[in-house]
């Protein structure tokens, strides 16, 4: 196996031959597997063991062993201590997950602080078949299916094309002890059923599994960066970007032949996981909008915008006399004084300076809002303005006003105010203007 091992790195992974790795050791069979192969291989390592403290003493035992394998070889080694289960209750998730997102972070905060190349972890052949079968089961597309990455930034995998079978006939043949997680004979987690039942059905009624599975995954690979040129070309066709928000044309793609498809390939990268939900706002009203962990689409009119969700912003800022810039949420808007300004564009107001009394307020606009547009007749609800101008749904979650009082000054970028128009008689005005 070091000869195939030595082989593969040369052929497929040659960069790290000159580069300092570190490589992430739990003290299980796969781990310490890779770690033997590294220093025969000649590599330039250093250590790194999570200490999760979820097994009490076992947890404690898995450390100690790690390091005395370390202290033996001579391999400088880093190890840290994580209170995970506190980490996934303050975080609200698994503990899985939790330990996942605790020991990542810290190796690449390693690596950084260290001058370290490249992170390798232990995941072998047998994973990727895990996880095939575990994304399968979720209704993952063909990129779900296509497997662990082997190099994944800095994250190097070294042993995917290896079986777990013949890991652990070369750790026996070369006689290196490693420590069994008790967890790990359970069955109270899917990838541990699949292991103990599922796939060893699998690979008895057809031998050749994992090997099918490596030929099966180069395909899915082609296939993956065939659909990404085609889902490129669909994206120019059917999705334009307006105001920072990504626009799909939703007449436009029910002409096409297969328009769920076609959304659900552009929508993929952006972690929805309700497709029937996301494909029935095709024919839904306005206003009907789904969430995923980070995004969100929102049916407009004919169109689905696609906007990261919102984070809470501050609702009022004050502006104090003598002040002649504001910078928030709403962007930087600028004032000056003087006699003889035009107002030229939505960018900008000039409004008289006697009609103003500070300190201004800049908000976000609300239901029952309502001003007088400068141009318009009358008084007018903010809302019925908005929607005449045609300004989409997200979009008005970003329209800010200027205030004097309880009055509005200006929908700021939009229209200003007739009350605080310049007169004949003006003789001191100011000017707004966003930058």
Not at 69 to 90: E, G, R
Not at 227 to 243: E, G
Request: a neutral charge.
């Amino acid at each position: 196996m070091l000869e195939d091992f030595k082989h593969h790195i040369a052929k497929d992974l040659p960069f790290l031959l000159d580069s300092k790795i570190l490589v992430t050791v739990s003290g299980g069979l796969d781990s310490m597997l890779l770690l033997l192969l590294c220093r025969q291989a000649g590599l330039t390592i250093r250590v790194a063991h999570c200490n999760f403290n979820l097994r009490g003493v076992e947890s404690d035992g898995d450390q100690a062993f790690v390091e005395s394998y370390c202290k033996l070889h001579n391999i400088p080694i880093y190890i840290k201590s994580f209170d995970t289960s506190a980490y996934a209750k303050i975080e609200k998730t698994s503990t899985q997950i939790a330990a996942r997102e605790l020991r990542y972070q810290w190796f690449k905060e390693l690596s950084a602080t260290e001058g370290l190349d490249y992170i390798l972890t232990a995941h072998h052949l047998n994973d990727e078949l895990e996880t095939f079968l575990i994304n399968l089961g979720r209704g993952t597309g063909v990129k779900g299916l296509t497997g662990i990455p082997e190099i994944n930034g800095r994250v190097v995998r070294p042993l995917l094309p290896f079986s777990r079978k013949r890991i652990k006939e070369y750790a026996l043949q070369e006689k290196i002890a490693w420590r069994e997680d008790s967890s790990n004979a359970t069955d109270n987690y899917v990838r541990n059923h699949l292991r103990h039942h599922a796939i060893p059905s699998m690979v008895a009624a057809q031998p050749a599994t994992l090997q099918g599975l490596q030929t099966t995954q180069q395909h899915l690979h082609q296939t993956d960066k065939l659909l990404a040129i085609y889902t490129a070309s669909l994206r120019k066709a059917y999705v334009a970007t307006r105001d920072g928000l990504q626009v799909i044309d939703v007449p436009a793609l029910k002409k096409h032949e297969e328009p769920q498809a076609v959304l659900y390939q552009l929508l993929q990268p952006y972690n929805f996981t309700a497709w029937s939900d996301v494909y029935e706002l095709l024919d839904a009203q306005s206003g009907k909008q789904i969430f995923s962990e980070t995004h969100r689409l929102v049916k407009d009119r004919d169109v689905l915008l696609l906007t990261e969700n919102a984070v809470a912003q501050p609702t009022t800022y004050t502006w104090e006399s003598g002040v002649s810039m504001m910078e928030g949420d709403f962007g930087k808007l600028r004032l000056e004084t003087s006699d003889t300004f035009k107002s030229t564009s939505r960018k900008e107001i000039v409004v008289d300076a006697t009609k103003l009394t500070f300190p201004l307020t800049i908000r976000k606009w609300e239901e029952g809002d309502f001003f007088y547009p400068f141009g318009m007749k009358g008084k007018k609800k903010l809302s019925k303005y908005l929607k005449d101008e045609k300004v989409s749904l997200i979009a008005k979650e970003h329209v800010w006003l200027l205030c004097n009082g309880k009055d509005i000054v200006w929908v700021i970028g939009h229209r200003a105010d007739d009350r605080f128009k310049v007169a004949d008689d003006t003789q001191k005005m100011i000017k707004f203007t966003t930058i």
